[in-house]
């Protein structure tokens, strides 16, 4: 695939060939994440936690997602960028998540968009897809709701909240969702979930049974050692060896080593 599209993504489901997909929130990141091959790149909300330090996705603003995704969008030259719309953007009706993704679109270049829930927002998916925005739908454990939740454990393990997951990922497609991310479930569940529908899902914490992975960057290169939940695989110890650059720094500009003779005009 020379540009992936959302067409790309359903005919790799169709294929068995499984989509990677990482976040990132800012153009040097977005760079490297794009020429190393991902398919998807999600502008998350988790940029709230990542980015600005917060406990929870909740404070981000529309124009901050914009920010984070418009300098994503000018990194990329291959992969689909999907944007989170952000909470408080899209909850109080359809016309204004369709403005929000509206803006979304037009000030960020961003090629899709990402809500959490199911049938709660039903009305809102269809108004965004009529406009011609396609959609990406997130179910399971949603992070924009963990004040209903109470904490960020496994969602779904009790039948009823099993059943409702199956029911709104089949809605979902039925409005015309490109893909649905799944968080936090178990592997079973997940992996049923994806044997009923035909777009992809792409999972995180939900095991190898679906159609894609999704990690939010910062973790899973190892810049933050105390988020250490069991479904993240960490590919490099970035917390450490950033720590030990930068002392030596510190160190080298004390002692006077750097700048040496060549380091100077
Ligand atoms: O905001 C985010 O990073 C996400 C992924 C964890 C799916 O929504
Ligand atoms: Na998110």
Do not use: W
């Not at 901050?64 to 952000?86: C, F, G, K, N, T």
């Amino acid at each position: 695939y020379k540009r992936i599209t959302t067409k790309s993504l359903i005919e790799m489901k169709s294929n068995g060939e499984k989509i990677s997909m990482l976040t990132a929130y800012d153009y040097t990141m977005a760079k490297i994440v794009d020429t190393a091959g991902i398919d998807v790149i999600l502008v998350g909300d988790s940029a709230s936690n990542v980015m600005a330090g917060h406990e929870t996705t909740l404070p981000i603003t529309l124009d901050q997602m914009i920010y984070h995704a418009s300098s994503v969008v000018r990194a990329v030259e291959r992969a689909l960028v999907v944007v989170d719309l952000p909470f408080g953007s899209y909850q109080s009706d359809s016309k204004e998540a369709l403005r929000s993704s509206i803006r979304i679109m037009k000030e960020s270049g961003g090629h899709a968009v990402k809500l959490e829930g199911g049938k709660e927002i039903k009305e809102s998916i269809k108004k965004i897809l009529n406009a011609g925005i396609p959609v990406m739908g997130h179910l399971g454990l949603t992070p924009q709701s963990i004040y209903k939740f109470g904490t960020y454990t496994v969602r779904a393990k009790e039948e009823q909240e099993a059943e409702k997951l199956i029911e709104d990922a089949i809605l979902l497609e039925k409005l015309g969702c490109f893909a649905i991310v799944i968080e936090k479930v178990p592997a079973n569940l997940a992996e049923k979930v994806a044997k009923s529908i035909s777009i992809p899902v792409i999972g995180i914490g939900a095991g190898g049974g679906v159609d894609g992975q999704v990690l939010v960057i910062h973790d899973m290169l190892g810049m933050n050692n105390e988020f250490s939940p069991r479904f993240l695989r960490r590919y490099m110890n970035l917390y450490e060896g950033m720590t030990k650059a930068i002392s030596q720094y510190v160190e080298d500009v004390k002692s006077e080593d750097f700048p040496n003779e060549k380091e100077q005009y």
